[in-house]
Each structure stands twice: as C-alpha cells, then as structure tokens.
C-alpha cells in the first residue's frame, strides 16, 4: 500500500510534464524497481540519477525524458537535502580552492584517455563545436578550433596561453595553421602527458599547473571549457591573473557554458558523479568581476551547437562500450549516459547555453569586429 502512494504522487508530478509511469512513448518512464518512486520523492534530482545507475528505471528516450522534466520545472520543485547542503557549502567554503580545486581532474579528465578517444572523435576537444557550416563531429570541432584562432587576430610570432588547455588541440591546431608559440596549462597529469606527446616537435609547453601561479607576458589568451571549475568566489582572481598576462593591446577569449540564473554550485549529482566542486556562472557573474578589469569585444550565444556536439558524442560512446576496458562496467556506463543525455536536455530547453566572449585590457582603438 505505501508503494502505491508513491507510485500516485510521482506519475501525478510527472503528468505535469506530460510523462506517463510504464507508458509507450519515448519519453515515458518505466519503473523496473519498485522502490524507486519512493527513492525519487524523498531524493530529488541526486536519487534520479542514481536510480537509474542502479537500472531502476529506463525510458525509450532518456534525453526526451529529461528535457520534459527540466521544461516543466520539475527540478525546482523536487528539492532536497543534496542541493540545500550543497547551497550551504558554498556559502560558506571556497569550493575551487586548495586541494578542492584538483579533484575534477583526478576524478573527471583523469578516467583515461581511451574513454575520451572514443567519445570525442578524431581530436580530442572536450567542449561544444561549431556547426554552423559543418556536417559532423571532426569538421564541428576545427570549424571551433578555427573560429577561436580568427577571433583572437591571431598571428605568425604572437605567443598563446591557453588556460585549460586539456589535451592539446587548440594549441596544436593554433600552432601547426596560424605559426604561433605557446604555453597550455593543466591540472589533468592524463591529458598534460597526452598534450605533450601531441605537440612534440612545435613551439608549444604544456605544464601542469594551477592557473593563479601564472605570471607571464602573452600577446593572446584563450579559454575553452574551463571557467566552469573556477567559481564565482575565484572570479575576480581569474581576471586578475589573465589581465596581468595578457599584453596591453592583447585579447582574451573565453569559452564557457553558462547559466540563465546565478547559482553557487552545481546539481547534486552532477557534483557527486561527473564535475566536484563546479558551477556554469551567469552572464551577472561574470559581467561582475570583468567590472574595472576588461573590456568586452563581442558576446556570441551558440549554445544549441552543444545539443548536436553531445548527440554525437553518445553515439560515439555507445559504438564504443564493447571495446572499451572492463573498468567502465555497466553502472559506469549508465551514469556517462544519463549524464549526456542530461546536458542534451538542458540545452535543448535552453536552460544553459554557450558563450564566447572576447575581452581586451582597455577596449580595441576604432572597435573591434568578430567573424563567424
């Protein structure tokens, strides 16, 4: 009996985003275990996941599922324990700091390149493409790798810091096309090694570092896909450090996702599972601590780009699991899947997007002119 209202109070909040219990449509829920709604009702957003790592639950389409719920609001309304303790621990503590600040490399871009070879296609670039004139993956990422090096002015002899620089590519590409030199930080020892094996043989150093001990002139900065581990406390900090490396007539790109609202953390699964200690700033975030420290060049919004740069990651993936090593076992591969599946969703809602923002110290004489 006391399944049974669980069962009722769950299918009547799914019903307001048009989700049936044990329905035909791709979007639908199916419940395998019979204790999940209750498991759903007393956790929130943390015990959706974990349920459905469990194999709780499944639906035909599970991105279909998730945007109906996240379009509906059902996220707000479901809140619990997780999220309000996550909410405190900002509050009170420097999530990106000290030894804190190293555990999404450890525990994210430290799984194993061969997870990422196979899901990222013929570069290893771990952020949204550019699908503007491109017909896949590979052509996506250089069109991106491509329109970051245009928008920079980049040019023979200009020296590149890339704050980030993840496996390499970006410095690689801006190296090998536009004759550039470079410095990549990290604090990923997988992709630091993998980096530099990729770059042998060009002007290009890559180091495993944190980003606030930089102190050093470059004509160019860039920026792809790693503000989202700063924080808002750090902010202020970060700007500070790639204004006073940056030279006077330079220009900084940064490549980030952002958030229509201002938040402290992440959701409670995605910190426990996927990113620790992250958070997607708000454009108010960020125009905050630019304030007195950069000027803004162009703002550019291609946020719908990820929902396709995902698509073809899970299918990557999932052509993948039988080769890939047994470490990545079943629940492994249900919890990559709902967490693609789940940015998928909030993107496709719109509820998250993807900005390329270009800064300089003190504004470009005469103004400047972004291509795409």
Not at 19 to 28: I, S
Request: proline residues 3%; glycine residues 10%; aromatic residues 10%.
């Amino acid at each position: 009996m006391g399944q049974d209202r669980f069962r009722t109070r769950l299918q009547s909040l799914l019903a307001d985003a048009g989700v049936r219990l044990d329905g035909d449509r791709p979007w639908d829920m199916r419940i395998l275990d019979p204790g999940v709604p209750a498991r759903l009702l007393a956790g929130g957003s943390l015990a959706l996941g974990e349920t459905y790592m469990d194999g709780g639950w499944e639906a035909g389409s599970l991105d279909a599922f998730l945007q109906r719920l996240l379009e509906a609001g059902l996220d707000r309304r479901v809140v619990r324990l997780a999220d309000v303790r996550l909410a405190l621990l900002a509050r009170l503590v420097n999530l990106q700091a000290g030894r804190r600040s190293l555990a999404v490399g450890e525990r994210h871009y430290d799984l194993g390149n061969d997870l990422y070879a196979a899901m990222l296609g013929r570069r290893l670039v771990y952020s949204c493409g550019y699908w503007r004139e491109a017909a896949d993956l590979d052509a996506a990422q250089e069109a991106k790798l491509d329109l970051c090096c245009r928008k920079l002015g980049l040019r023979e002899g200009m020296r590149l810091l890339d704050i980030g620089c993840g496996w390499g590519e970006m410095l690689r590409f801006a190296a090998e096309r536009y004759g550039v030199s470079g410095v990549g930080v990290t604090i990923s020892r997988e992709q630091a090694a993998h980096a530099r094996e990729l770059c042998a043989g060009l002007p290009v150093e890559i180091r495993v570092q944190d980003y606030r001990g930089l102190d050093e002139r470059f004509d160019r900065i860039v920026s792809i896909g790693m503000f989202e581990h700063v924080g808002v406390r750090n902010y202020a900090t970060y700007f500070d450090v790639a204004r006073r490396c940056l030279a006077p007539d330079g220009l900084f790109l940064l490549h980030t996702i952002g958030a229509n609202t201002s938040r402290t953390h992440t959701d409670p699964w995605i910190a426990k599972y996927i990113f620790p200690n992250s958070m997607l700033p708000s454009a108010a975030q960020i125009t905050r601590a630019l304030e007195g420290r950069f000027v803004i060049e162009d703002w550019h919004n291609f946020g719908a780009d990820y929902d396709r740069t995902l698509q073809a990651w899970r299918d990557n993936i999932e052509q993948a699991w039988p080769r890939l090593p047994a470490r990545y076992d079943e629940r492994f591969r249900r919890m990559w899947r709902y967490y693609l599946a789940g940015s998928m969703a909030c993107f496709r809602a719109r509820l998250i997007q993807l900005w390329q923002i270009v800064l300089s110290p003190g504004g470009v004489p005469g103004g400047y002119v972004a291509p795409r």
